[in-house]
Structure formats: structure tokens, C-alpha cells
């Protein structure tokens, strides 16, 4: 099977930020033909975005260039009259458009689904928001920290002290981005093709939050936070040792017995409190400080590697800057480099998605573009000249 299965779909990027343009991340490396349809004279808010002045500087921020590799770059302006004509003009030529605009927005400018379907039956025309296209939150404005607090994903996350928390990576945007990517990708399979896509950032979030919903649906049980232990076995959780953080999940009874007799801790196979998974459980605060005591002897890492060589699943804690430079990654071809040239003033690298497909990794071929900067070949195909293209920048077209 190729790594490029969506070779030869056109997706239409309306999106800003994170969320949208993560969808069409995925769709990308695929191997769709995205076009990233930008503001004119500003483009994605997340041009301006990242820890480098300079590169926000330049509308390349490392915000923008984290998501936006493989897509090809054009602007238009939705408010003009022509914008308008322009967009259905290329509608016609797409397979899906991709937006995440407030719901009503693009009502507003006569660019929604019943209207684009009509001029093209067959699209695939997926709306991301924070709350989905109705209900009575549908109107509130949504980045990621919102939906992190209203999916109550803070209230889960830290513990007794420290909850809300949150989450250290925007996980909203990115599992709605995710979700979007993955209805659209069903949606191509689907015959005859031409859809409506509403995906809610809150629900895709709170989606992937069933073992912790659930407690309260069918148990009826308020979740709290825990911290860093699992809530449902002991011991199971991060542990400090000699030196460095370890992550145990001894959640089977076999794993425990093995993990205490490595340890030279029958004591605690043999204690009443720790006789079964529930016992552990309640015990888990008295069991952890057991098991530091035996743990303190080596480091995190010397303790990764025995721990696991005896099918106890353990890790040491790493650095963001510490798995991103381990012999997995490398290994698994997990990084796109791109040279500096045309669009970027420096060498850069960034990640690819998640999966290999028949033993090889899905990759793009450009660069993250530059504002606008496929203009002439878009435009070109629907027929337009470069003298017509000047006519349009000087109106505000485009």
C-alpha cells in the first residue's frame, strides 16, 4: 500500500491555529493536495506565533511551521464580492474544505454548507468549533484552554493541591483536530460522497475521557484528581528513586508478585493490606512510600531496563528534549527536515504524524509556505493571468 493514500484529493484549508490546521496536518501527509486558504495580508494567526520574535516576525512562527509543512498557501478575502466568486470558483475543484470559524461566520458570508453544496454535491465540508454548530454554548468563542476547562479535563488533572490543572500541551486542539481528520477520512470512503461535518472541540475532547466519564454515567461516582496515580490498580503510578522519576504500572496481580520479589519485598506480598488489587488501592499511599524505600537504591533508568526485562511495564520520566532525542525516534524515522531556501531562513525539523504504513512513514515533500506564495499556480489553473492577479491585489482580492 502507498503512504500517500489520499493522492489525488484536494482539501480546501480555511482553518487558523491549531485545530483545523492540525486536521489537515494529517490529511497532508497522506498525501492530499491541501491549499491553505489564508486572510490577505495577515494569514494563519499562527504566522505571529512561537518562542522566536524573529520568525513571528517574518509571519514563519514556529506555531505556524509546527503544522503547516506540504500545504500550499494562497489568500483571498472572504468579504469581497470577488473573494466570494474566487472560493466557489475553487470549491468546484475540491474534494473537502475544511474551516473552523465560528459557527454563523461563514452563513454570514454566504460560503456555508447548503450553499456550497449546491454548487458542488459532492463535497465533504467539515465546520470545527469549540462547541459544535448548535446548542446554547454554540455562540462562545473557544481556544484550547477553554475547552480543556469547560470538558473538565483541569478538574481531573493535577491532584488534591493542586487541581485545576492545564494539561501541558494544547490536547483540545489537537484531539480536535484528530477527530475532524478522521470523519473526513470516513467521509471519502462513503458513496455517494458529499457531507456535513460537525465537529465539536468539547465533545472530541471529552470523547477520548471515557474511563474518567464514566465513573460518574455508571458508577456514579464525582472523579477527582489524582495526580500521577491511576486510579484504577496500585501499584501503578511515579515513583521516585535513586535518582530520576519512574512511571510503574504493575496492574496485574502477576506483575506485582514479580515486581516485589525482585524487589526482595515479600513482606508486602505477604501484608494484608496489599492482598489483593482493591486493598492496594486504599493502601496505595502507605504501598508507595514501601516501595520508594526498596526503589532509592538505583536510578530511574537502571530500573526501566530491569523492570522491564522481567514484563513489568516501567519508564523513566523524560524531558521533552530527552525523547525527542532517544534512539527510538531516530530509529523509527519519526522527524521531517526541511533546508533553509526560498520560504525559511534557516534548517528546520519538525514531526511527522504518528503512524507508518507498511513499514514506512507518510511524508510531505515542501516546507511549511510563505504567505500567498502558491498564488500563481492556484490561480493559474482556474484560468487567471498575472495581469489579472495584479487587478486583484489591487482591489484587495486576493
Same mark, same amino acid.
Given at each position: ?27 497532508? =501527509? ?19 506565533? %512561537? ?7 517574518? %509571519? ?26 474566487? !472560493? ?20 454570514? !458570508?454566504? !460560503? ?36 480543556? %476547562? ?52 468539547? /465533545? ?49 496481580? /502477576? ?6 520479589? =525482585?524487589? %526482595? ?5 505477604? =501484608? ?49 528534549? /530527552? ?76
Amino acid at each position: 500500500m502507498t503512504t500517500r493514500p489520499l493522492e489525488g484529493i484536494r482539501v480546501l484549508d480555511l482553518t487558523n491555529v491549531l485545530a483545523g490546521p492540525f486536521a489537515c496536518h494529517q490529511l497532508a =501527509h497522506l498525501g492530499a493536495d491541501v491549499i491553505k486558504v489564508e486572510a490577505v495580508g495577515r494569514g494563519d494567526l499562527a504566522r505571529n506565533l %512561537g518562542s522566536d520574535p524573529d520568525l513571528n516576525a517574518a %509571519g514563519m512562527g514556529i506555531s505556524f511551521l509546527a503544522q503547516n509543512a506540504g500545504k500550499k498557501s494562497i489568500t483571498l478575502n472572504l468579504k469581497h464580492p470577488d473573494g466570494k466568486a474566487l !472560493l466557489k470558483r475553487l470549491v468546484a475543484t475540491a474534494d473537502v474544505l475544511v474551516e473552523n470559524f465560528r459557527p454563523g461566520v461563514m452563513a454570514r !458570508l454566504d !460560503l456555508d454548507y447548503p450553499r456550497l453544496k449546491a454548487i458542488h454535491p459532492s463535497l465533504i465540508y467539515c465546520a470545527i468549533s469549540g462547541f459544535g454548530q448548535d446548542g446554547p454554548w454554540v455562540s462562545r468563542p473557544a481556544y484550547d484552554q477553554i475547552i480543556q %476547562g469547560a470538558s473538565g479535563l483541569m478538574s481531573v488533572t493535577g491532584d488534591a493541591d493542586s487541581a485545576p490543572l492545564r494539561v501541558g500541551s494544547p490536547i483540545a486542539d489537537t484531539i480536535g483536530g484528530l477527530t475532524a481528520a478522521m470523519a473526513v477520512n470516513a467521509a471519502l470512503n462513503a458513496r455517494p460522497r458529499g457531507c456535513l461535518i460537525d465537529v465539536s472541540m468539547l /465533545e472530541g475532547l471529552l470523547s477520548t475521557m471515557g474511563w474518567v466519564l464514566s465513573n460518574f454515567l455508571i458508577g456514579g461516582q464525582s472523579p477527582g484528581a489524582n495526580g500521577n496515580e491511576n486510579p484504577t490498580s496500585a501499584p501503578s503510578g511515579t515513583f521516585r528513586t535513586g535518582e530520576g522519576l519512574l512511571n510503574i504500572a504493575a496492574n496485574k496481580d /502477576e506483575q506485582w508478585q514479580t515486581l516485589c520479589a =525482585h524487589l %526482595g519485598r515479600r513482606d508486602l506480598l505477604e =501484608h494484608p493490606d496489599y492482598a489483593n488489587r482493591e486493598q492496594r488501592k486504599s493502601n496505595r499511599h502507605r504501598l508507595r512510600a514501601a516501595l520508594e524505600d526498596s526503589l532509592a537504591v538505583k536510578s530511574a533508568t537502571a530500573w526501566e531496563a530491569e523492570l522491564n526485562a522481567l514484563g513489568i511495564p516501567a519508564g523513566a520520566v523524560l524531558s521533552v528534549q /530527552e525523547v525527542l532525542e532517544s534512539e527510538q525516534l531516530a530509529a523509527r524515522d519519526f522527524f521531517e527536515d526541511f533546508a533553509a531556501g526560498a520560504t525559511l531562513d534557516r534548517d528546520i525539523q519538525v514531526v511527522s504524524t504518528g503512524v507508518k504504513i507498511d513499514g514506512a512513514r507518510p511524508k510531505v515533500e515542501t516546507p511549511p509556505p510563505a504567505l500567498g506564495a502558491d498564488a500563481a499556480e492556484i490561480w493559474g489553473e482556474l484560468g487567471l493571468s498575472e495581469d489579472d492577479l495584479a487587478d486583484l491585489r489591487e482591489m484587495g482580492v486576493i
